[in-house]
């Protein structure tokens, strides 16, 4: 192969090393994060504080009430 050839072939080859990192995070969140999404938020909204005062366990730390809501808005978002 001459130089000009391989210059050629060169975006070519990291188009298709782009893509393949692109069907592996696809992938991934369709068989794994997705379930797992799910789980997280069921177990996050249905365990209670032993405590008598309703609150969830994450309900206790603003910044991790914070997440645990954002958590839920996005997976609820890809159901509307």
């Keep these: ?25 696809n ?5 794994f994060l997705r379930r797992y999404l799910k789980s997280t938020v069921i177990w996050c909204l249905g365990i209670a504080n032993t405590d008598r005062n ?3 366990w994450w ?11 954002q958590l839920v808005d996005n997976y609820e978002s890809g159901y509307e």
């Design 59 to 69: 309900q206790v730390s603003p910044l991790l009430e914070r997440w645990v809501w």
């Design 1 to 25: 192969m001459s130089n000009k050839e391989i210059t050629c072939i060169k975006p070519f080859k990291i188009i298709a090393l782009i893509l393949l990192i692109v069907l592996i995070i």
């Design 27 to 31: 992938l991934s969140y369709k068989l």
């Design 54 to 56: 309703d609150m969830m």
